[in-house]
């Protein structure tokens, strides 16, 4: 189990739409950093092997 406490709704409510924005844009910043490290894995490590 998690220690962690229960998310609050009451929270997104009161945040901006400047806000939210700015909060999407960072977490979608992070899903493609990790999905180009990962692409850029895969494109090295064949070419490895193969040589």
Known sequence: MTD???A???ADKTMTR???LAAALRENL????VQS???????DAPAAETE
């Open 37 to 43: 490290r990962e692409r850029g894995d895969a494109t």
């Open 8 to 10: 609050k709704s009451g």
């Open 30 to 33: 992070r899903r493609r950093k």
């Open 4 to 6: 962690k406490p229960p």
């Open 18 to 20: 400047e806000e939210r």
